[in-house]
């Protein structure tokens, strides 16, 4: 099992910044790169949409086109964590995100939500105008 920690959510001015953490831990984990990492949120009454994803092993990051250009996923080996650093937000970047990690074993489409087995327990983020 792979545990998933979310941290760092809040409420922030428009054009403010935040960096979303999320710790991997748990009895079958063993480092970040045997994981593909994604980041997703949920909006009031919305539904779940991607954000960002990153496949370590080529070095390739994807994003939503929502948050092209302000946000960016990244990781910290040594401490088995991914960040989502979010800049020049938006009101209509509230919500509550999701970290999520499927086994880069498993070929997947990242920026479909069914495709992860993991995901942590949810962050909110409050963007006010």
């Known amino acids: 099992q792979v545990q998933l920690v979310e941290s760092g959510g809040g409420l922030v001015q428009a054009g403010g910044s935040l960096r979303l953490s999320c710790a991997a831990s748990g009895r079958t984990f063993s480092t970040l790169s045997t994981y593909n990492m994604g980041w997703f949120r949920q909006a009031p009454g919305k539904e779940r949409d991607f954000v960002a994803a990153a496949i370590w092993t080529i070095g390739n990051t994807y994003y939503g086109d929502s948050v092209k250009g302000r946000f960016t996923i990244s990781r910290d080996d040594a401490k088995n964590t991914v960040y989502l650093q979010m800049n020049s937000l938006k009101p209509e970047d509230t919500a509550v995100y999701y970290c999520?990690?499927?086994?880069?074993?498993?070929?997947?489409?990242?920026?479909?939500?069914?495709?992860?087995?993991?995901w942590g327990q949810g962050s909110q983020v409050t963007v006010s105008s």
């Open positions: 999520a990690a499927v086994a880069v074993s498993r070929p997947v489409n990242l920026r479909d939500e069914t495709s992860y087995d993991y």
